[in-house]
């Protein structure tokens, strides 16, 4: 019985993962199957994609500000990536007498783009397989030696290559550690915004909408790269010319039908499609749950306020959105996981491999157990980090800590005080201590009610109480020097960081007096010496197994083709234009209209409201070239592309490499596919260039930048 179970499941795993690699997969774009695509539909060629001898699709397509992904769609530098992506920016821009958030922002011409101090973009250059040399006289190194070897390899290598002053060199791992790559990267610094709808398009239905299908968001913003006078990279400055591209992508109108062929061009930032069952059962029952309850706490608690007042709404809007992102995200991944029976394939699948590879049992039994014994360190880790991130005030004092203890170390310098000066001054800028209070607060009970008594402060108990915590905390907060509340040196440090830090002995002296301070490091304290060195210690016995498991499952499974899992480089996915079936007796379609976007149209709500324009735009039936077959303007479709986040403004492309779509965000039934890629369910969901085109061109009166656009009929 227990042979044909092994036989049964090594056919199921050759069937779905035949299928999964037909549609998924993010491969590093010097290794792309050509064939395989061209079997799918592709048109053009893998070096039309990427190539280092002449310019190609590669060289339209950058990492926008280390996080998103952006591609240039005209020759004057013109670049297009998601609204998200852009928020930060839109937001810095804004106040409450010009809020560009709620109105949009369109440059009339180029003289009137905005600068964004700090805003960059990578491109990459090249890509080469360097393990021979990071690998080299590593084979009998266990960690530390191992780690400290390899770095010094890629010192080597890095110190060995010629490049420009204005490029750099990243060495990645790949496979856990089983391959090397070095990526040349150029990058721009001056990077400006040209146009963004208003988020009644831009975010339209906003947090409800999030990760789900059907959609309607126009998700897209418009930024512009300017270079010196040489077409290089260069610091901001007036004198700054519009950067002239290598390669840009055409934009294309044509309608589209399922079953096209699409591929995504982009930075996808982290996916772990090789873990044991053990690994997804530890995430999916104890690490989400952890991360979804802290920030249902912190969200509840900021929505009630940004609801009542337009101030908070501008302050925390972007710092709402990147808590709430993962947040829902985490709630489908949880779902998806247990939807697509995630540990039992991967249970079959180690039965598979077991029965090819007897020495794989060894590996797998050794990870079992240190996930077990790491399982309730793991769980404290989840619910101390979150904590720390989502309780900004915690977060303040944890700043704080870490400053201290490096100027008891000596190792802060003039310049190092200046960095965290100007750290604080941003972080005050959008922080109010007062609704923090609350949210500190409660995540405070949340913690002492879900942390096991070994991870927590003698007398901890006393925070189980809520509504007591509100009350105290709030007294703590009005009197503490780190929320600003309280003056240190004549001076409150949300209000004049220079002068409290005129005097450093001083404010560190009152830091440490400070109740807030000594509340966090009491919990700083605890988690550090009864958690997190168990956690760190196993999670290197894991990491060293998983990359010996890793190699195992590439040497015994021939029939798979592996791709590396994400990491934030430059990656191609390509599958089809597909609608999906995630639920019994529930169809979508793959393509949604702007009729859509008035059947959800709420007036007044902040979700769902619409832009009176648009309205009109909709009534009148003014869409000019942009409707397609059905007689209305196409917003969104979905794809079986294999995507992520940092895929946030990727271009998705069509057979010949003209830009169809902008990659902005997930079906919610697929979001496991970070860990467990499922045909069934996974989709990747795009803005449709034609209702982007419709926007800048009929909405926004902006024909000026469509003039610039090579746009294909």
């Known amino acids: 019985m227990i042979k044909r179970n092994i036989l049964i499941a090594s056919a199921f795993f050759s069937f779905s993962w035949g299928i999964a690699q037909q549609y998924g997969g993010m491969w590093i774009p010097t290794e792309l199957n050509e064939k395989e695509m061209k079997d799918l539909g592709m048109k053009i060629s893998a070096k039309d994609i990427f190539n280092t001898q002449k310019p190609s ?3 339209a397509v950058v990492q926008f500000n280390g996080g998103c992904t952006a591609e240039i769609i005209s020759p004057k530098g013109l670049l297009l990536t998601n609204h998200h992506c852009g928020y930060g920016q839109i937001q810095a821009h804004s106040t409450v007498q010009n809020d560009l958030l709620s109105n949009g922002f369109w440059a009339k011409n180029m003289s009137t783009e905005l600068p964004n101090p700090g805003v960059t973009v990578d491109f990459i250059v090249d890509i080469k397989d360097v393990s021979a040399q990071i690998l080299e006289d590593t084979d009998n190194l266990q960690e530390p030696e191992l780690g400290k070897k390899i770095a010094k390899n890629i010192e080597i290598y890095k110190n060995s290559q010629k490049i420009e002053n204005y490029q750099s060199i990243s060495v990645k791992p790949m496979y856990y550690g089983n391959k090397f790559y070095a990526y040349v990267i150029e ?3 001056d990077v400006r915004l040209v146009g963004a709808p208003p988020q009644s ?3 339209f239905g906003s947090d409800t909408d999030n990760w789900v299908w059907p959609r309607h968001t126009g998700d897209f913003s418009m930024f512009r790269i300017y270079a010196d006078k040489n077409n290089k990279p260069a610091e901001y400055s007036k004198d700054n010319v519009p950067y002239v591209p290598k390669h840009y992508l055409p934009v294309s109108i044509k309608d589209k039908a399922e079953n096209d062929f699409t591929f995504v061009f982009g930075f996808p930032g982290r996916t772990t499609e090789y873990l044991p069952a053990i690994a997804v059962e530890k995430i999916k029952k104890e690490i989400d749950p952890a991360r979804i309850a802290v920030r249902d706490v912190a969200l509840k608690t900021l929505d009630e306020k940004m609801r009542t007042d337009d101030a908070t709404r501008i302050k925390y809007a972007s710092k709402f959105a990147s808590v709430a992102n993962y947040w829902k995200k985490w709630i489908g991944e949880v779902e998806g996981l ?12 180690e039965g598979s491999l077991v029965a090819k590879n007897h020495e794989i049992k060894a590996t797998l039994d050794q990870l079992n157990k240190l996930y077990n014994d790491q399982a309730p360190y793991a769980l404290n880790n989840a619910y101390y980090s979150e904590v720390v991130r989502n309780a900004e005030t915690f977060a303040l004092a944890n700043m704080y800590s870490n400053y201290i203890t490096s100027v008891e170390a000596g190792r802060m310098d003039e310049k190092g005080t200046a960095a965290f000066k100007n750290k604080l001054t941003s972080f005050y800028k959008d922080y109010s201590a007062e609704l923090d209070s609350k949210v500190t607060a409660k995540l405070l009970a949340l913690y002492a009610n879900k942390t096991d008594a070994q991870f927590l402060p003698a007398g901890f108990d006393k925070y189980k109480n809520e509504a007591q915590n509100i009350t105290g905390f709030e007294e703590l907060s009005k009197n503490s020097v780190i ?14 960081i220079e002068k409290a830090f005129s005097n450093q002995d001083k404010l560190i002296k009152t830091i440490k007096k400070d109740a807030v301070y000594q509340l966090f490091m009491s919990i700083k304290d605890t988690y550090m010496k009864t958690a997190d060195p168990q956690f760190t210690s196993l999670q290197t016995k894991i990491d060293a197994l998983q990359k010996k498991y890793m190699a195992q499952q590439m040497a015994t499974d021939k029939d798979r083709k592996f791709f590396p899992d994400a990491n934030s480089t430059l990656r191609v996915t390509y599958g089809k234009v597909k609608g999906s079936t995630p639920k019994d007796a529930v169809t979508y379609d793959y393509q949604t209209h702007l009729a859509g976007v008035m059947e959800k149209y709420i007036p007044g709500d902040y979700e769902f409201d619409v832009p009176q324009k648009l309205i009109d735009l909709y009534n009148k039936k003014d869409y000019g070239n942009y409707k397609d077959k059905s007689g209305d303007v196409p917003v969104g479709f979905t794809a079986t592309n294999h995507t992520t986040g940092g895929n946030s403004g990727s271009p998705a492309l069509d057979a010949h490499g003209n830009l169809v ?3 902005f965000d997930r079906q919610w039934e697929g979001t496991m596919s970070d860990i467990n890629y499922d045909p069934r369910f ?3 969901i795009m803005v449709d260039t034609k209702y982007i085109l419709f926007i800048i061109d009929k909405f926004a009166d902006s024909k000026w930048l469509i003039d610039e656009m090579k746009v294909v009929k």
Not at 338 to 349: F, G, I, R
Not at 483 to 496: E, F, I, K, M, P
């Open 187 to 189: 990058t721009y610094k």
């Open 201 to 203: 398009i831009g975010k």
């Open 57 to 59: 699709i590669k060289d």
């Open 682 to 684: 996974s989709r990747n």
């Open 661 to 663: 779509g902008l990659n």
């Open 483 to 496: 929320t600003g509340r309280s003056q240190v040196n004549g001076a409150a440090l949300n209000g004049d």
């Open 338 to 349: 247990k939807k697509s029976n995630a540990v039992q394939k991967k249970v079959m699948y």
